[in-house]
């Protein structure tokens, strides 16, 4: 038997092609280090018997694709005996060293399926990658008839480039309950990221439960309930009741944290301290440095003039640092991950400028600005990180005034702060606005829920994390962030991260060299039909056109619209009716007729749609045409 199965494996490779992609029907993302396509299919039996090696964590893993493998399929799936098992999940006695501690080499005969790692969260990544070969429907939470559950033999070489593939998500905006956290950690797992960072604290709420400081969830967590553009919102009134929002209790968090656990994930807690702070100053005014924080509300969304609500911690008293010292005790020991990020963004230096305390305290430590004020505080606070045996971690803005010794830097306006950072020798978690920001939209502003920036699929695509000039080992690796001021609910969250969270994990995990952007579109295409099985939302605005208008010099409103992706038609109307593949077909600017009032357009692939049907007003097109850059 073995010497057939080695046979097999010999004439698999002398066929081989290399190939993912249309061709062969193989999706994977992300793309692999190497794929080699074999000859034939291996057939999931009615009874699945799955092998794996003893290790701790391996539970998880098997646990994992007995599910995988049976709800769509109806197949009986067991594990624990080795004898005519059909997959095997080994642990290498001997570490495979190119292969790491998340790498994995997977095999699939017609007889068998082999997935073997140096560690169990290996096999997990394996497991992933083992899933994307099978059909769209297993993803599918019902039984699904009818369909031939085969997987394409293959060699599968595979390891992350990175070791920190993080998505961000913003739980204080928009709160998400313990269970939809979960679901996102479902989702992200299945493209390889590792890193969870949970955005917990801000104005708009204070999200984890601090034993001793109850006002924080009684007060801090909750505020009134808007929908619109953020930013914009009324004021609320006094008796408007004060209902919306949430938090986890603790429990809720060692719950989270062991999902996550479960599914190799580590949870990045955030306290977005000393700007950003509107809930805990709320809930305990003295934390502030102005007097009248007592009159304050936790923000609903309205706009927080910069001279009107201090939203800042007071860098100048001794008991923010001993409130920090309490929460941080409880964060440190709620999450095991080796990091715990400060915040340090966007501080409001306002009303530190005015406070007799804080000049008190520039005369006393010899500082000479506010950035060597927040500085200061940074210092104090990794000091206190560090007292708890994490590694202290900011954003960008930590880097003014002076890094504090052993920072940890998240960069986010732009790469440049985190080069800066890595030539001091910091490690450095690159997570750029240009590349990596999921709340913009992803595309034309006529079409897309309003954001005041975009980021298209195809630039997410681009995320370069490692520059040149910078020490490789310094660069931990990249993270693409959700904040949720215009996101309002779970399936709005998938809408945002995906597909552009599948564009960032490629960045993240596969060499930088195999990176092809035609190729990850046509994987992307089939893991829209995929999710659409696993009933997850994403995006499809890849396939929707954008506008740009301008005026001739006839003063006729004229519109162009192109395309992100290549190959497709676009069909549209002016009439109000709904534009299918019998319209006239776009080929160039076209006129808006004298007295149209909507738009109509549709994008096909042949006589296939793919896009949306997309309805723009007159009145849109006309305030672009007076809007440069849109
Ligand atoms: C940030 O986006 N303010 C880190």
Not at 571 to 594: A, C, R
Request: charged residues 20%; negative net charge.
């Amino acid at each position: 038997m073995k010497k057939i199965y080695g046979l097999l494996i010999l004439s698999m490779f002398s066929i081989a092609v290399f190939a993912q992609g249309p061709a062969t029907g193989i999706a994977i993302i992300p793309e692999p280090v190497s794929l080699t396509v074999g000859q034939g299919h291996f057939n999931l039996p009615q009874h699945v018997s799955i092998w794996a090696s003893r290790d701790s964590n391996m539970a998880e893993v098997i646990t994992f694709l007995k599910e995988k493998l049976s709800v769509a399929t109806g197949r009986q799936v067991t594990s624990g005996s080795s004898s005519g098992s059909t997959i095997r999940l080994l642990i290498n006695r001997r570490a495979d060293t190119s292969l790491g501690d998340e790498g994995y080499r997977l095999s699939v005969t017609p007889a068998h399926i082999e997935i073997r790692a140096n560690q169990p969260a290996g096999l997990f990544y394996g497991v992933q990658t083992l899933v994307q070969l099978f059909p769209k429907e297993i993803e599918s939470p019902e039984p699904v008839a009818h369909v031939s559950w085969t997987a394409p033999c293959v060699e599968i070489l595979d390891y992350p480039r990175f070791q920190w593939r993080g998505l961000m998500l913003d739980v204080a905006r928009h709160f998400f309950t313990k269970q939809e956290v979960e679901q996102y950690i479902d989702q992200m797992v299945r493209y390889k990221f590792n890193v969870l960072h949970m955005h917990l604290t801000d104005d708009q709420g204070w999200r984890i439960q601090i034993m001793g400081l109850p006002r924080l969830t009684q007060v801090g967590a909750w505020n009134v309930k808007k929908v619109g553009y953020f930013g914009t919102f009324s004021i609320p009134a006094a008796d408007e009741p004060r209902n919306f929002g949430g938090f986890y209790t603790q429990q809720d968090i060692r719950d989270i944290v062991e999902y996550a656990r479960e599914r190799f994930v580590n949870i990045l807690p955030e306290v977005d301290v000393p700007g950003h702070s509107l809930a805990a100053v709320v809930s305990y005014p003295e934390l502030s440095c102005t007097p009248g924080a007592d009159h304050y509300q936790v923000s609903s969304g309205e706009r927080i003039r910069e001279d009107s609500i201090d939203n800042t911690l007071d860098p100048s008293n001794p008991k923010v640092y001993a409130f920090l010292d309490k929460v941080l005790t409880q964060v440190a020991e709620l999450f095991p991950f080796g990091y715990i990020h400060m915040g340090g963004d966007e501080c409001n230096k306002y009303f530190w400028n005015k406070s007799d305390s804080v000049k008190a305290l520039m005369q006393r430590e010899g500082l000479q600005n506010m950035d060597q004020v927040q500085s200061y505080f940074e210092k104090k606070v990794e000091q206190i990180v560090e007292s708890k045996g994490k590694k202290f971690m900011g954003w960008d803005e930590i880097l003014q005034g002076g890094l504090a010794p052993d920072a940890v830097v998240m960069s986010w306006r732009g790469m440049e702060g985190g080069i800066q950072a890595a030539r001091m020798g910091h490690e450095v978690v690159m997570s750029p606005t240009t590349f990596a920001y999921l709340d913009y939209m992803q595309g034309d502003q006529a079409i897309e829920p309003r954001v005041y920036s975009t980021l298209t699929l195809s630039k997410a695509y681009e995320f370069e994390p490692l520059p040149d000039s910078v020490n490789p080992k310094l660069i931990l690796g990249g993270q693409a962030n959700l904040w949720t001021e215009q996101v309002y609910n779970m399936r709005h969250a998938e809408y945002m991260t995906w597909p552009r969270g599948w564009a960032i994990s490629e960045c993240l995990w596969s060499p930088r060299e195999l990176r092809n952007w035609d190729d990850f579109l046509s994987r992307a295409e089939v893991h829209f039909g995929r999710y659409d099985e696993a009933e997850i939302k994403y995006a499809p605005s890849v396939f929707d056109p954008k506008f740009s208008v301008t005026r001739t010099a006839g003063g006729d409103l004229q519109v162009e619209m192109s395309m992100e992706v290549k190959g497709l038609d676009l069909y549209y109307t002016f009439d109000n009716s709904f534009p299918d593949q019998f319209y006239p077909k776009y080929s160039g600017p076209v006129i808006v007729p004298k007295d149209a009032v909507m738009l109509k357009v549709i994008s096909y692939r042949g006589n296939t749609p793919v896009g949306r049907l997309i309805s723009v007003p007159v009145t849109e097109l006309q305030r672009k045409s007076t809007r440069r850059g849109e």
